[in-house]
Nanobody, 121 residues
Framework: QAQLVESGGGLVQPGGSLRLSCIAP???????????MAWYRQAPGKERELVAS???????HYEESVRGRFTISRDNSRKTVYLQMSNMEPEDTAVYYC????????????WGQGTQVTVAS
C-alpha cells in the first residue's frame, strides 16, 4: 500500500470547485503531524509542479497561478491533507499528487497514483 493516497478528482466545469484529499494510511500520527506536506500537479506534456504546501504549524504557500483560488489544509488526527479548489480554470487540468517535503523541499516518498482533475465545459 502506498504511503500517500490521493482522491477526489473528477470532471468540473470552468468556475467550478473540487476538494481533493490525501491520506497517509500507513503513517502513525506522530510521523505525519510534523511533516511539511504539499500538493503537486502534472499536466499532459509538462513537468510536475508544486502547487501548494502547508507546514506543521499550518503556514501555507501557493504557486502564483492558484493563489486566491486554492486552499490547502490538514487534519493531523485523520492523517489527511486537503486541497480545496475554486473558480477552476481549464489550465488546472492535471493529475494531482501529494507528498511530504524534506527540509530541502524535495519530495520525501514515492509518488502515488494521483487523482485526475479535468476542467472542461
Amino acid at each position: 500500500q502506498a504511503q500517500l493516497v490521493e482522491s477526489g478528482g473528477g470532471l468540473v466545469q470552468p468556475g467550478g470547485s473540487l476538494r481533493l484529499s490525501c491520506i497517509a494510511p500507513r503513517m502513525i500520527f506522530s510521523v505525519f503531524s510534523p511533516l511539511l506536506m504539499a500538493w503537486y500537479r502534472q499536466a499532459p506534456g509538462k513537468e510536475r509542479e508544486l502547487v501548494a504546501s502547508i507546514t506543521p504549524g499550518r503556514s501555507t504557500h501557493y504557486e502564483e497561478s492558484v493563489r486566491g483560488r486554492f486552499t490547502i489544509s490538514r487534519d493531523n488526527s485523520r492523517k489527511t491533507v486537503y486541497l480545496q479548489m475554486s473558480n477552476m480554470e481549464p489550465e488546472d487540468t492535471a493529475v494531482y499528487y501529494c507528498n511530504a517535503l524534506t527540509n530541502t523541499n524535495q519530495p520525501s516518498y514515492s509518488w502515488g497514483q494521483g487523482t485526475q482533475v479535468t476542467v472542461a465545459s
